[in-house]
């Protein structure tokens, strides 16, 4: 079974200050790792998402990051926010054990301060 | 590119009545995923298709829902009879199949049941 956790239930930043959101996994099989954004009343859309290579990924927005399969993270970063980043984020694992079924965390909600 | 598209955006019903929530997949996907958002439980998966085919329904809360996707470009989620327990926001995802393809949101349904 594989799980996800987002250790950082809400996240207040001031605006050009940087940001990191945490995420940790749980699979006994190679993971597929997402990260999603939802803005105040939207759907979700991917701002990154790693598959192989690299271990660090960049994404939209400025974002990125950082897969840890010792320590089973894969943590987002930007180093400087704006208030339009504003939104909730969710890391999201699959393994193609469970099909295209994608295993979300519980979110982390970002609020930017002038 | 018109990107999923859900109907209606809004829904306020009373209990005990039939709900059918519309989805629209993006062209060509064949992938087509049903989750549901609340406060106290977060983003849930419901069920999922692949080639408008039932995968997994192991999300699907009990009997009173029921989902079919009885063409590529179409499914419909039915909730019958609604409780005021079914208050959420339902979104509607497409992808192609394939557990690296990134997932594609809609706007969601916001339900209310009184």
């Known amino acids: 079974a594989q799980s996800v956790t987002q250790l950082d239930s809400q996240v207040p930043v001031f605006e050009e200050a940087p940001v990191e959101l945490r995420c940790n996994y749980s699979?006994?099989?190679?993971?597929?790792l997402f990260w999603y954004v939802q803005y105040p009343n939207q759907g979700l859309q991917l701002l990154l998402k790693?598959?192989?290579?690299?271990?660090l990924v960049k994404g939209i927005n400025g974002f990125e990051a950082e897969f840890n399969k010792s320590q089973t993270s894969f943590h987002l970063r930007k180093p400087s926010v704006h208030i339009s980043d504003t939104a909730e984020y969710f890391c999201?694992?699959?393994?193609?054990?469970?099909?295209?079924?994608?295993?979300f965390g519980g979110g982390t909600r970002v609020l930017v301060k002038p | 590119d018109a990107g999923v598209i859900q109907s209606p955006r809004h829904e306020v019903t009373e209990m005990g009545q039939e709900v059918t929530l519309r989805c629209k997949p993006i062209?060509?996907?064949?992938?087509l995923f049903w989750y549901r958002q609340t406060m106290m439980r977060g983003l849930e998966l419901l069920i999922y298709?692949?080639?408008?085919?039932?995968?997994?329904d192991s999300g699907m809360p009990e009997d009173r829902f029921s989902a079919k996707m009885p063409n590529a470009s179409f499914s419909t989620l039915k909730i019958q009879p609604s409780e005021p327990r079914d208050s959420a926001v339902y979104f509607c995802?497409?992808?192609?199949?394939?557990?690296?393809?990134?997932?594609?949101f809609g706007p969601g349904t916001r339900l209310l049941v009184l």
């Open positions: 995802a497409s992808s192609l199949e394939g557990v690296k393809e990134t997932q594609y």
């Open positions: 699979s006994s099989v190679s993971v597929y």
């Open positions: 790693y598959l192989s290579g690299s271990t």
């Open positions: 999201a694992v699959t393994s193609g054990a469970a099909g295209n079924k994608l295993t």
């Open positions: 062209s060509g996907h064949n992938s």
């Open positions: 298709f692949n080639n408008n085919v039932p995968i997994d």
